[in-house]
């Protein structure tokens, strides 16, 4: 069974960079055909998708996202990482890492349990 972790600080401040980790245990990130996603949900609103990184390494971001996002991983640690540059209040939801198994964004199977980000002055 598959288990992802999200953790990392929960109270940015504006301008600050956010950086979340997810913690992968119960499969490899470098197993072929599988993307480790970010997806957010802001209060009263949807998921959205922010980007993945595939078993390869290679990397995906949302057109909404791209400018400030960037995504790395760590394959000794079986973690992937999400930072956030210059942070503000909209940028305030739950954070989740999950694994999906039709390219980036696609239908995604493991979810972690998602870790809540405000961002207040």
């Known amino acids: 069974q598959v288990q992802l972790q999200e953790s990392g600080p929960g109270l940015p401040k504006p301008s600050q960079t956010l950086s979340l980790t997810c913690t992968v245990s119960?499969?490899?990130?470098?197993?072929?055909?599988?993307?480790w996603n970010w997806i957010r949900q802001p209060p009263g609103k949807g998921l959205e998708w922010m980007g993945a990184?595939?078993?390869?390494?290679?990397?995906y971001y949302s057109s909404s996202a791209k400018s400030r996002t960037l995504i790395s991983r760590d394959t000794s640690k079986n973690q992937f990482t999400l930072h956030l540059s210059s942070v503000t209040p909209e940028d305030t939801a739950v954070y989740y890492c999950?694994?999906?198994?039709?390219?980036?964004?696609?239908?995604?199977?493991?979810w972690g349990k998602g870790t809540l980000v405000a961002v207040s002055s």
């Open positions: 990184i595939g078993h390869s390494g290679s990397i």
């Open positions: 119960g499969g490899s990130i470098t197993a072929d055909y599988d993307f």
């Open positions: 999950a694994r999906g198994f039709l390219g980036p964004g696609g239908s995604m199977d493991y």
